[in-house]
């Protein structure tokens, strides 16, 4: 069988030296894009914010939220797409920031977990502006968050790693083609459409049958309970969304490691 | 040396990379491969090639190491394949410590970051552990001499100004081993220098695997070289003979490639020209060694001897079968000298020579094999009569049919098709070098590790004390009244004192014979037979002392710890080179009683108390 061995010992990269190289990257990439524009960085968190709000408006008239008030109604689906829009930064942030530091690649070594540890660094720059943008329609609605919001606050990173176990696995697909990365949108509106992100789940039929097998509808939306009302009666099934995302995430990264050399081999 | 205690930094065995010619067809086999894993076998599918094949090389701790390439002879691929940018397809890689590339380039530079934002990513990208990320930013920004200038943007800045920016990102950062991917050639200006001062600092401290398509700028303490072509390696061995076959190679290469374009140009090609294709790169790094042959043979021998001791194949020492002084004096200590300096080997060391003296190389091999047991002994003797006859001398200074005839038996008898030969010619080389002048004469010292034999002949003459003596004549000690005299002088006295024994071989002209009537003075003849020499140590061995003539099987004594005195006119020829290489014996080895003395020096009275005190 054709492939040789590479093993090493002694010193390695550190956990904080990823950390570091990560934040170094994602300082490196805002740095050259927004530093290009007058507005700077608010053109990084104007998309999803501007673009949930016609979300709301249409969820409003054609009840999606059920029986809810429109402020309730928009602090529920605010919520939902938010944290949706960060399980999906961490879904393309990795191979966003691959696709900027390609070149690095073909010229030093270079860890692939570092692009993870970027990716992550990313949400967690959005992650704050959809807090302050959370927190204003809280504001805005009059609503104090129940006392299960340390529970939502913890569900928080295993939804980011819920999106970096899948984005992870593109980086070196889309080191060789493209297609991947101009196809990954694609799934945008499939995994929201299919998780009762900005509506409620029907009780029957397909859409049901579909909520009721998508792993997202729970790994968003019992922390959006968390967050929003209270303890949702299935939490447990959040703990083993979770625990199946993290060891998708172990199998991800051992993949990563595993096929980059052969991606950035292929790179022109 | 140190050397070879150091910790291994890094270890590449039979590497090897396989690349598509072809884009499109790459990135297809790319997905296949991660997706569905690297291919079941061996075969090279469509359009790939080797880029890279059979390479290792170890690096050593303070050890620099060079790789030597022309373009596209796979050092950069080599280099991709240390630091894991790259995955082998074959072989292993074995790293321990930090790895660093040492290279140029724009390293994700963007332009719209400050001179500070992006050292401080370039540090980070090559490996800086947070704790000594500032520190190695200032270091960048002084050597750059961009202090003064970290929050201007690079867009704002003269482009001469980053041109070592990368690179000396690379070269601050702490590593274990550092890998350079060519040795950039630097400006006279105050940053080159200083950059190249922060260069030669690693070359000093070693630990660098140095990839180069020039020997220029090659660090001078550069342990090892390879010189690596189209993926293979062509010639590996030390840095002062690797240098000037590399630069005779490229220059050969550069003038055979600039004749294939004239012919493109011309629009005809070589297989229509009436003239011989273009000699292999192998040919030429072939022609390149043996051009060297005159000046550098000391470390062509050093190179083959390493080779040979470190392949995976049992070692055949040998056939060594015409001087004794050379087996003794020089190719018995260079075997010695070779087990210490690479130390014990794994696949067997097999020793081969004449005359069932196995005990000779007891200890330095795992086993002896006697001519004799390869061949008839008569039948040796008439082969090695006609190879004295065609060659024109008796030294082994090439390899003769005699030895291949050996050299197949060997391996028919241990029942392997492949061994690795070392041959005397390699070392009859060197010491007919130094006998000419050009290698010093310190060579031989440097590389032979003298000792006694750890094994002792079978059979001793006599329990009872005596002295054996060995005189004979030859154009060192000439057949003439005065030496006749002394002789005889010599052996009356001696044999007053202590019985003696006198050695007379076939074909030697003695001198002793009528002496034996009346004194306690016994002749053995030793007949040329298959075990004459094991019969001669066995005399000399059992002896209280040896005095006779320098040269020959007389020096079988020292190495027995027997008290040796030897006699000689006045050393002339080849023998006056042993005469001094013997005197170096002598002195390494301070535990023996070993004299050399000339004729002129020698006086029998004096000689009183050397006999007293091998006696006592």
Redesign the interface.
């Known amino acids: 069988?054709?492939?040789?061995?590479?093993?090493?010992?002694?010193?390695?990269?550190?956990l904080?030296?990823l950390l570091?190289?990560g934040k170094?990257?994602v300082?490196?990439d805002f740095?050259?894009r927004y530093?290009?524009a007058y507005f700077g960085y608010l053109w990084a968190v104007a998309r999803p914010v501007v673009g949930v709000l016609p979300l709301i408006l249409v969820g409003n008239a054609f009840q999606l939220g059920g029986d809810m008030e429109a402020a309730e109604y928009a602090l529920f689906a605010m919520s939902g797409f938010l944290m949706w829009q960060m399980f999906w930064d961490a879904v393309i942030s990795p191979q966003w920031i691959a696709r900027r530091?390609r070149?690095?690649?073909?010229?030093?070594?270079?860890s692939p977990e570092s692009l993870v540890a970027a990716g992550a660094g990313l949400v967690v720059f959005n992650a704050l502006f959809y807090g302050v943008v959370f927190v204003i329609a809280c504001l805005l609605t009059r609503t104090v968050p129940p006392p299960t919001l340390p529970l939502a606050l913890i569900a928080l990173p295993f939804i980011v790693l819920g999106g970096l176990a899948i984005g992870a696995f593109f980086i070196?697909?889309t080191f060789?083609?493209l297609d991947f990365r101009f196809g990954l949108p694609l799934l945008s509106p499939l995994l929201l459409w299919t998780a009762p992100i900005i509506y409620v789940t029907p009780e029957d039929g397909v859409l049901a049958v579909v909520n009721r097998w998508n792993p997202l509808t729970y790994l968003i939306n019992i922390p959006r309970e968390w967050l929003i009302s209270g303890l949702s009666g299935n939490d447990s099934l959040f703990l083993v969304c979770a625990l199946a995302f993290v060891a998708l995430f172990g199998v991800t990264l051992r993949f990563l490691q595993?096929?980059l050399?052969?991606?950035?081999?292929?790179l022109? | 040396m140190a050397v070879a205690a150091a910790k291994t930094l890094l270890e590449c065995t039979d590497l090897e990379k396989v690349v598509c010619g072809s884009f499109n067809q790459g990135r297809k086999y790319a997905i296949r491969d991660i997706l569905f894993g690297a291919p079941r076998d061996n075969r090279l599918r469509r359009e790939e090639r080797f880029v890279l094949r059979g390479f290792s090389v170890i690096v050593r701790a303070g050890e620099n190491v060079a790789v030597l390439g022309m373009a596209d002879s796979g050092k950069t691929t080599i280099a991709k394949l240390v630091t894991r940018m790259l995955r082998p397809d074959g072989g292993s890689v074995h790293v321990d410590g930090r790895v660093g590339l040492i290279v140029g380039g724009k390293l994700g530079m963007n332009p719209f970051l400050t001179v500070e934002e992006y050292t401080e990513l370039a540090t980070n990208i090559h490996g800086a552990e947070p704790d000594v990320a500032a520190a190695c930013r200032e270091e960048v920004l002084g050597i750059t001499g961009l202090a003064t200038q970290r929050a201007t943007r690079i867009v704002d800045l003269p482009k001469g100004a980053l041109r070592n920016l990368s690179l000396v990102c690379a070269l601050v950062v702490p590593k274990d081993l550092r890998v350079f991917d060519g040795v950039p050639v630097l400006g006279k200006d105050p940053v080159g220098e200083r950059v190249a001062a922060r260069r030669l600092a690693h070359f000093d401290r070693g630990s660098n695997l140095i990839l180069s398509s020039t020997t220029a700028g090659l660090p001078s303490n550069v342990s090892r070289a390879l010189i690596v072509h189209g993926g293979e390696t062509l010639y590996d061995g030390r840095p002062e003979t690797v240098i000037p076959i590399y630069d005779s190679f490229v220059s050969r290469m550069r003038r055979i490639q600039k004749v294939a374009l004239d012919r493109q140009e011309r629009g005809t090609t070589v297989e229509s020209d009436a003239e011989a294709p273009a000699p292999s790169p192998a040919i030429l790094i072939e022609r390149a060694v043996r051009s060297l042959d005159r000046s550098q043979i000391a470390h062509l021998a050093e190179d083959s001897v390493a080779q040979a001791w470190r392949s995976n194949q049992p070692l055949v020492l040998g056939p060594c079968f015409s001087d004794v002084d050379f087996e003794l004096l020089c190719w018995r200590p260079f075997i010695a000298w070779m087990r210490q300096r690479f130390g014990p080997r794994t696949p067997q060391v097999v020793a081969v020579s004449r005359g069932r003296v196995s005990h000779w190389y007891a200890g330095l091999v795992s086993e002896y094999i006697d001519v004799c047991d390869l061949l008839p002994f008569e039948r040796f003797q008439t082969l090695n009569q006609e190879r004295i006859r065609d060659s024109g001398s008796k030294k082994q200074t090439v390899i003769s049919n005699l030895d291949r005839e050996l050299l197949d038996a060997v391996g028919r008898r241990l029942g392997i098709a492949e061994t690795t030969v070392i041959h005397p010619s390699v070392l009859y080389r060197v010491f007919l070098k130094i006998w000419r002048g050009v290698v010093p004469t310190t060579w031989l010292g440097e590389h032979g590790h003298y000792e006694c034999f750890q094994g002792l002949p079978d059979g001793r003459l006599s329990a009872d004390p005596y002295v054996v003596t060995g005189f004979w004549f030859n154009a060192n000690f000439p057949d003439n009244s005065r030496n006749r005299s002394f002789v005889n002088d010599l052996l009356v006295q001696l044999s007053r004192r202590v019985p003696v024994v006198v050695v007379e071989r076939v074909g030697f002209p003695h001198v002793a014979g009528s002496l034996a009537d009346g004194r306690r003075i016994r002749v053995v003849s030793l007949k040329q037979t298959e075990r004459e020499f094991s019969e001669l140590a066995g005399v000399i061995a059992g002896a209280r002392a040896f005095i006779g003539t320098f040269g020959g099987t007389s020096l079988i004594a020292p190495f027995y710890n027997v008290p040796t005195s030897l006699v000689i006119d006045e050393p002339v020829g080849l023998r006056a080179l042993h005469f001094s290489l013997a005197k170096e014996v002598a002195a390494a080895m301070p535990n023996v009683r070993f004299d050399l003395t000339k004729m002129k020096n020698f006086h029998l009275a004096q000689f009183d108390a050397w006999i007293d005190q091998a006696l006592s």
Do not use: C, D, N, W
């Not at chain 1, 069988?1 to 550190?14: A, E, I």
């Not at chain 1, 070149?103 to 270079?110: D, H, S, T």
């Not at chain 1, 050399?261 to 292929?266: I, L, M, N, R, T």
């Open positions: 069988m054709r492939g040789g061995v590479y093993s090493h010992t002694g010193r390695g990269t550190s904080r030296q570091v190289l170094t990257l300082l490196r740095r050259f530093r290009q530091v070149r690095i690649f073909k010229e030093v070594p270079f070196s697909l060789v083609y595993r096929s050399p052969v991606a950035v081999q292929s022109p």
